[in-house]
């Protein structure tokens, strides 16, 4: 009778049932792994929005701006963005010449590098006042803005503010806190630096105006070439430029490129050009560009 006697493993309609069975236990197991997988991402996003808040994070910001600025920078309050941007409210840097008041600014950073690469990948600032003025050393501060602030004047053909352009040239051989030397400006930066709304003051080693402008909207941005070389890119539009026993422009409009070490106009223009000498043609500046290029 041992004939008439089957297993369990022979019956095919449990052999057919294991099969369905199996399935949908992988798809339970992948399921809960996936579930895992979004909880833990949950957790460190929240858990980095909430280190965006301490001070911690705080003082690490400020040492970053404080370094790259030259001067010491306090901010008032951090926030994150959805996507971890951060979002800094009432940021203020004061040296014993120089000021920076900022409203809001908006920068693009990384926690997690390598050693010596900067935390900042872009910035933009909206609603900013600087103070700009050489320290005891001779260097401009904010240091950033030094260079900067020399192609501008140049940019626009009327000449840096004696006191500003000798400290302005400075700065490319300065040092940052901890003896480290600066490198040129913003090479730091990534992405672009936009800034809107920014009144500034140009002040000589005593504290005397030397020229001053207001209502300035400027676009910064940069690209490394397949070659290693680096080409630049400034707009800036001004309702207002005063130079102190010079020209008094209104409604400026300028920009420059500049590829390896070559500077380009490619716009210049203005409502009022007051008592300043008449611009360069830019589209010669751009043939040059063109040609250069090729």
């Not at 041992?2 to 019956?11: A, E, F, R």
Request: glycine share 10%; hydrophobic share 45%; aromatic share 6%.
């Amino acid at each position: 009778m041992g004939w008439m006697k089957k297993s369990k493993h022979q019956n095919p309609d449990v052999a057919t049932a294991d099969v369905p069975a199996r399935k949908f236990s992988i798809e339970r197991a992948i399921l809960r792994f996936m579930f895992k997988v979004l909880l833990l991402v949950a957790i460190i996003y929240a858990g980095l929005q909430i280190l965006v808040r301490t001070d911690f994070f705080q003082s690490r910001v400020e040492d970053e701006l404080s370094r790259l600025a030259g001067m010491e920078v306090r901010v008032g309050r951090i926030r994150a963005a959805e996507s971890l941007n951060l979002r800094i409210h009432d940021a203020v840097g004061v040296s014993d010449v120089a000021g920076i008041e900022v409203h809001y600014a908006r920068l693009r950073w990384r926690f997690f590098r390598s050693w010596g690469t900067p935390m900042l990948q872009s910035l933009r600032v909206d609603g900013m006042s600087l103070t700009i003025a050489p320290d005891a050393q001779g260097v401009l501060q904010p240091r950033f803005l030094g260079a900067l602030s020399q192609k501008l004047f140049e940019g626009i053909g009327i000449p840096m503010p004696q006191a500003a352009q000798t400290a302005g040239a400075k700065t490319s051989g300065g040092s940052e806190r901890g003896g480290k030397e600066l490198r040129p400006p913003f090479e730091w930066l990534q992405g672009p630096m936009i800034l809107r709304g920014v009144n500034i003051r140009w002040n000589d080693d005593e504290g005397n105006l030397l020229a001053s402008v207001n209502g300035l909207d400027l676009m910064w941005s940069t690209m490394v070439t397949p070659n290693g070389g680096r080409v630049s890119h400034v707009e800036c539009r001004a309702a207002e430029i005063n130079i102190v026993k010079g020209p008094k422009i209104n409604g400026l409009h300028l920009e420059l490129v500049e590829a390896d070490g070559k500077r380009f106009l490619v716009a210049l223009n203005a409502v009022d050009w007051g008592t300043a000498p008449q611009p360069r043609d830019p589209a010669a500046e751009v043939r040059a560009l063109l040609d250069a290029m090729d």
